[in-house]
């Protein structure tokens, strides 16, 4: 299925139940001609605008430059909610992890992790997911529907709220300086190149100055190897770049990660070298999770530095995270640590991902919820 078709088949609604239009999620041209076919002039849309983007506000009433007739049209035209929220966990660690309910209904996982020197975002881009890697829970829950621009921004903007980082009156907005959310990371649930248009605009607006100016070089995009899309999200975004390789080879790689069989490895390492931007200033990052006996041997680690030979690099090593039945065990920490010391000695640098949240399923592969795709009626 091509992106465009699964785009189509796979939409987000984009109102609520009540029929009102999410203003969240609309540039700033879409936001200024929503609110004219209402008889609002251009200049109070830049005004909602800042409230909806800089101020980070939830009710319309809050909007106390508008006038009170404008702000009883927003209230019954338009949404700035935030999602609703079935359960917070928070790890040992002090990774926190939220179950997020959409407009319809439908459930996503999003993840904070606290680190001293910044804080990282994990961020949804679908409900469930359209792949099926054999280690990653999420693969195990199909995909229901495409996140809508609206709802990526949502999560950012909840994470916002619950971490207290929205500019009061008066202050000047820096989304970097002294705030705990530093970084956003598209590695949730879903496969943000398969709902690519939902994600660049969710992601421009994230790095529009008079937007929630996020940097992106503060932002990443991990994918599982849609190769048509990779090049296109480097010119047009120009994010930070991971791939989900967990494998040397096309054998092992299509065994745990059917896409390979789509966009096999010589295709997929193509689009990575001619990623813009590409330098060893700004390196993609390739995520490989360690599996037992499976992908971690020795001659693996080999063949895997000569794969990625000439490619701007870092190969992030992940100890797999378990979950209820699933097939696979972790490498040991001797042959993690083994695997990694030959990477390093080819001249890559190979760090050994941290686990964390493990103990409430926040860490890698461990993301899934209890949304269903809804069944055709007769």
């Known amino acids: 299925m091509s992106v465009t078709s699964h785009a189509t088949k796979f939409a987000a609604p984009r109102t609520d ?5 999410a203003l969240i999620g609309l540039t700033l041209p879409e936001m200024i001609a929503a609110l004219e076919e ?16 800089h101020r980070g506000v939830t009710d319309f009433e809050a909007m106390t430059n508008l006038p ?5 049209t927003l209230i019954e035209k338009f949404s700035i909610e935030r999602p609703g929220v079935m359960t917070e966990q928070k790890s040992t660690d002090g990774t926190m992890k939220w179950l997020l309910v959409m407009a319809d209904g439908q459930q996503i996982e999003m993840v904070f992790i606290p680190e001293a020197d910044r804080g990282t975002l ?12 054999r280690f ?24 916002r709220d619950v971490l207290g980082e929205w500019p009061v009156a008066g202050e000047k907005k820096d989304a970097n300086q002294g705030r705990d959310l530093t970084n956003i990371v598209l590695m949730g649930m879903g496969e ?19 937007g929630l100016g996020i940097s992106k070089r503060r932002i990443t995009l991990s994918t599982s190897g849609v190769v048509p899309q990779i090049v296109q999200c480097g010119e047009e975004l120009n994010v930070n770049l991971a791939i989900s390789l967990h494998a ?38 390739f995520e490989y999770v360690m599996l037992k006996d499976v992908n971690d041997s020795d001659d693996q680690a080999r063949e895997l530095a000569q794969l990625l030979r000439g490619i701007p690099c870092k190969v992030n090593l992940i100890p ?4 209820p039945n699933s097939p696979y065990e972790c490498s040991s920490g001797n042959r993690i640590h083994a695997f990694a010391r030959i990477l390093n000695g080819e001249g890559y640098d190979a760090p050994i991902r941290k686990t964390r949240g493990q103990d409430i399923l926040a860490a890698c592969g461990q993301l899934k919820s209890e949304s269903q795709r809804a069944k055709p009626t007769a």
């Not at 994990?122 to 469930?128: A, E, F, H, P, R």
């Not at 939902?198 to 607006?205: P, S, T, Y």
């Not at 789509?262 to 993609?284: F, H, M, Q, V």
Request: proline share 7%.
């Open 122 to 133: 994990c961020v949804s881009s679908q409900v469930g997911c359209t792949l099926t890697c």
């Open 320 to 323: 797999f995270n378990p979950w």
């Open 38 to 53: 209402h008889g609002l002039p251009k200049f109070r849309a830049k005004q909602v605008w800042h409230w909806v983007y």
């Open 136 to 159: 990653c829970h999420t693969g195990t829950q199909p995909l229901v529907r495409n996140l809508g621009p609206h709802e990526i921004l949502q999560q950012i903007m909840y994470a």
């Open 68 to 72: 009170r007739d404008l702000r009883d």
């Open 248 to 285: 040397p080879n096309d054998a092992v790689r299509s065994e745990i990660m059917p896409i390979n069989n789509k966009y096999p490895l010589a295709e997929l390492l193509d689009a990575c070298r001619n990623y813009p931007g590409l330098s060893d200033n700004r390196r993609i990052t």
């Open 17 to 21: 139940a009540a029929g009102r239009i």
């Open 192 to 210: 943000p190149l398969y709902n690519y248009a939902n994600v660049a605009k969710a992601m421009q607006i994230c790095m529009d100055e008079d």
